[in-house]
């Protein structure tokens, strides 16, 4: 079965510091992944996706994500944190189409805070 | 400007009362899904629809009902609301392939049903 998993519930970190926010996933087939964030009383904003190609991938607002298929990771990095990045923070991988015409499966989120 | 809006944004209804909750996308985009969102359990999907006429169950589809007559619009029905269905609501819409393409989402409906 499809999951994705985000261990951290909170995590906190100063501004200026380097963020990471983790996330694991279990698909069958070939892992299509997503990072969207949400801002209080906002709906999901793409961060960022990776298909295929560069295990790297660049996102907005200067995030970028590691694909690492051997350890099934997604984590989210920012080289500099503001406190502006302060929200909530979901992973996401896509099902198979013939899996609820591939819908996005997510993680349960994590709140991550930024202090100056 | 590309957009999925949702309406209401807010509403508080008590049990038994039904409603509708409004979606409408403005991209042209063949899929579309509902999201129900609870605080430790993420986003899971309620309905979605491949194109007009064409909707099918999400993972929590109890107590809910939609339709897909026209490509823009994907209303979510709650024909008995019951406390249980107490959630923020999340419209969406994609049609950049639906696999690898990202979901856009609407802003959110807060329901309290008391």
């Known amino acids: 079965a499809q999951s994705v998993a985000q261990p951290e519930d909170q995590v906190n970190v100063a501004e200026g510091n380097p963020l990471t926010v983790k996330c694991t996933y279990s698909?069958?087939?070939?892992?299509?992944l997503f990072w969207y964030v949400q801002y209080p009383n906002r709906g999901l904003q793409f961060l960022l996706k990776y298909i295929t190609g560069d295990n790297l991938v660049k996102g907005s607002y200067g995030f970028e994500a590691e694909f690492n298929k051997s350890q099934t990771s997604f984590h989210l990095k920012k080289p500099s944190a503001l406190v502006s990045d302060s929200a909530l923070y979901f992973c996401?991988?896509?099902?198979?189409?013939?899996?609820?015409?591939?819908?996005?499966?997510f993680g349960q989120g994590t709140e991550l805070s930024v202090k100056p | 400007e590309a957009q999925v809006t949702q309406n209401p944004r807010y509403l508080i209804t008590v049990t038994g009362k039904k409603l509708t909750v409004t979606c409408s996308q403005n991209m042209n985009h063949e899929y579309m899904s509902w999201y129900r969102q609870d605080p430790g359990l993420g986003l899971r999907q309620i309905y979605y629809s491949m194109n007009v006429e064409v909707t099918d169950k999400g993972d929590v589809p109890e107590g809910y009902k939609v339709s897909r007559k026209e490509k823009r619009n994907f209303p979510l029905i709650l024909e008995s609301p019951s406390p249980n269905q107490t959630s923020l609501y999340f419209c969406?819409?994609?049609?950049?392939?639906?696999?690898?393409?990202?979901?856009?989402f609407g802003e959110g409906s807060r329901l309290t049903v008391l």
């Open positions: 996401a991988v896509r099902a198979p189409i013939y899996n609820q015409g591939g819908k996005l499966i």
């Open positions: 969406a819409s994609t049609d950049q392939g639906i696999r690898t393409g990202e979901l856009f």
């Open positions: 698909v069958s087939g070939n892992p299509y």
